[in-house]
């Protein structure tokens, strides 16, 4: 089973139900597609076994042998060639890598190189397996070690997808792989905007769907709201709690710290895993 848990917007808690829920399931796996600003591995401090690096392939033109006939650049859909002033130019930041300006080439002017764009670290801790993207700063695109995670994933069984926060490529990117996916929103209406936007899009992906609210804190809740009209499950309505507030914000993860925040995190897991397959107790530590 694979849990994609996303939010419209950074700051709602996503990492920290991410976090929680990876720690309960036996044998359970962590992704952090966040890979712009990756930080579940602050919390579980993974001891690291493997670190691999993600590049990508981008032309590099040879000028002599190239003749201006510009098919290349006509055959680019995303503008990344031009020719300009008797020299082929490639925009880095808008190559896509389809690799077909070198193979519609007539001269063989175009070859591909490799470029790093980012890195994955896989680790372990507590018997929680840690896998986190990182894109190096400058990158336009974090999709293609989004990718690289997927394929990495395929094969688990129990995992938690730790999303990037908003609703773009990265972001669905990330949820392709998902059985579930977890919403996290804050009781606000800018929240219940953001909740709709990552409801919008789970939707379109024909993913099964439920909510969090997280750090409720009157009886004014648009989010809530939201879920009721638009027949979404909520799954948890978790009050502000600053204690909870305080261990996240240390760096620490709840369910290993006290009992009762692990009592609380199961009984959501557990709410997931009927949702998806009626079985609620086969992947939880006890």
Known sequence: MKIAVLSGKGGAGKTMIAVNLSELMTDGVYVDCDVEEPNGHLFFKPKVT??????VKLPKVNQELCNGCRKCVEFCKFNALAYIKNTLLVFDEVCHSCGGCSIICPENAIKEEDKAIGSIQSGYSE???????FMNIGESSGVPIIEELNHMISSEENVIIDCPPGSACVVMES?????????VAEPTIFGTHNLAMVH??????????????????SENN??????????????????????????????????????????FFALILEDVLEEVRNETTSNIKR
């Open 50 to 55: 493997e670190v691999k690096e993600v590049n």
């Open 175 to 183: 949820i392709k792989e998902a059985d579930y996916c977890i919403l």
């Open 200 to 217: 919008e899009l789970a939707v379109k992906f024909n993913k099964k769907i439920g909510v969090i609210i997280n750090k409720t804190f």
């Open 222 to 263: 648009p989010a809530k709201e939201y879920c009721i009209k638009n027949n979404l499950p909520i799954l948890s309505v978790l009050p502000y709690d600053s204690e909870l507030g305080l261990i996240n914000s240390n760096g620490l993860i709840a369910v290993r710290e006290q009992e009762n925040y692990k009592k």
């Open 127 to 133: 018997g929680t397996k840690v896998i986190s993207g």
